[in-house]
């Protein structure tokens, strides 16, 4: 390789959905796109916790595809870092990212000190939050705005411009030129027929493209809203039915105002009871304020505030939110989407046992998260240390998704073609990645796809396939998919109940012994081994 090659470097979203984040480097010159956090497992988010692999201050800019967390979460660390290049992204971009930042800063500092305070941590070190919310702010700061297909130069060396990917307000795919080379990176691309959003476009014609695979081994139903809106509303009819509350964890960003968009809809025609609808998500409160300032740029909104309806309820303190717990009926949204932190955990504390309430899951789950775990059908499940047993109905509603299907993949990785060096596919899990890979190589056995493991590099030239130059990280495939917090919280789990169920309390003593004797054996192991090596 070169001095004046262009490598390309996978730090995260490999063989995972979150975590993107890319380097892109021509000798001493480098770039990140995307710096996303990794969510998931509590195994996989350590990674958030480990040193970046490169050094911050030696980042020239960062191009920004969508303000998600995993896209965006690790920003404010780069900046506390020693980064101070610009962050280069749409404007809608930038403005959803002044509040996504600053409320995933507030988690880190109020999770740090809810896990210190927590009984089975005593005289243990403290934890650290990753980052504060002063920290996301100054990260924040370093955005530079720019339209959509106009140049820009990042970097000595580097001109790129931004393309609709399609995904949520602002998402943009990324297009690259550096050292004579041709670079497409997708973002997240969103579906055909999305609220609020245009199809993804793109030119065509690269050495080199990166797809995101979330969906790659998936093929849905091709609906319409109208047609989406009748299944909503055959579960808000349902549920209504039930004469519980029908819980829907909802990612802040797109997601929520979808929903509300469609249920406002629906009001308004009568299609369903007129039911409350409270949005329990501080963050999705100010999103929603800044899809306002763009409405009328907005596909479906008819020009009109969609948001404000008179059953709509915005809660913003706790106390608001506290005073949900006796209420009956109605409609909750609140985030986090995939059950992983904020106030939705809290409301399926108090509704996850009712047997006439309902938990309607409208966005993917990933694998060891907790809504992958309900979703998956589990019959109890451990929500902030506490074991809840799950006696709601649990549903299921695919076409709210905000990424493309595997056929939609395949026909815009058509769209680019000619590739004429190596595609490689990202963001996905291992099943999806693979199935998207053999559609690809059907169609096309010449095309050279790569399917990137973290921590590898590659070099980039025009006209011929990527070559690998470094190895991916050894210590990342064990974190990957469901770990063992997982494992220990489907066996803790109603763990009580099972020893009831031995009848005999000789028997039911000996197999807690029995447990107690492997955990110690393992111990007993380790020990012997450092003994070992002392000697």
Known sequence: MTERSLSLTFHGAAHTVTGSCMQFAIGETSILVDCGMFQGSRS??????????????????????????????????LVARGFKGDIWCT????????????????????????????????????????????????????????????????????????????????????????????????????????????????????????????????????????????YLEAEVRAAAARGGNLIIPAFALERTQELLLDLAAMLQSGSIPNVQVFVDSPLANRVTGVFERYATGLEDTGNANIFDHPSFHFTTDVKESIRLNSVSGAIILAASGMCEGGRIRHH???????????????????????????????????????????????????????????????????????????LFLDHGEPDALEQLRKELQRSDPELSVRLPQIGERYALHPKKPAKRVRTGRTDVPQTLGLDWQNSYAEF???????????RDETKRKEAVQKMQEVLESYYDYKQGKQKRKVH
């Open 44 to 77: 996989l988010e350590m990674l958030n916790l480990d040193n970046f692999e490169f050094d911050a201050r030696g980042i020239s800019a960062v191009i920004l595809t969508h303000a998600h967390i995993d896209h965006s979460g690790m920003l404010p660390k």
């Open 492 to 502: 803790t789990t109603g763990l009580r109940s099972r020893l009831r169920q031995i």
């Open 91 to 230: 404007h809608p971009t930038s403005d959803l990212l002044e509040h996504m930042l600053a409320d995933a800063g507030r988690i880190q500092e109020y999770d740090t000190k809810r896990r210190n305070r927590r009984r089975d941590r005593a005289g243990e070190e403290p934890f650290e939050p990753i980052y504060t919310e002063q920290d996301a702010l100054a990260a924040w700061r370093l955005c530079k705005p720019v339209a959509l297909e106009e140049w820009f130069e990042p970097a000595p060396g580097f001109r790129a411009r931004l393309w609709n990917a399609g995904h949520i307000l602002g998402s943009a795919s990324v297009e690259l030129e550096a050292a004579g080379t041709k670079v497409l990176c997708s973002g997240d691309l969103g579906p055909d027929n999305k609220a609020f959003q245009l199809d993804p476009t793109g030119p065509s014609g690269f050495d080199h493209v990166v797809c995101e695979a979330t969906y790659g081994s998936r093929l849905r139903e091709k609906v319409s809203i109208e047609e989406r809106r009748k």
């Open 348 to 422: 399926l504390i108090h509704n996850l046992h009712r047997r006439q309430a309902t938990v309607l899951f409208v966005g993917f789950q990933a694998q060891g998260s907790l809504g992958r775990v309900i979703l998956e059908g589990a019959s109890n499940v451990r929500i902030s240390g506490q074991e809840v047993r799950v006696r709601a109905q649990i549903r299921r509603i695919d076409y709210y998704s905000a990424h493309a299907d595997q056929g939609e993949l395949l026909d815009w990785i058509g769209e680019r073609s000619p590739i004429t060096g190596s």
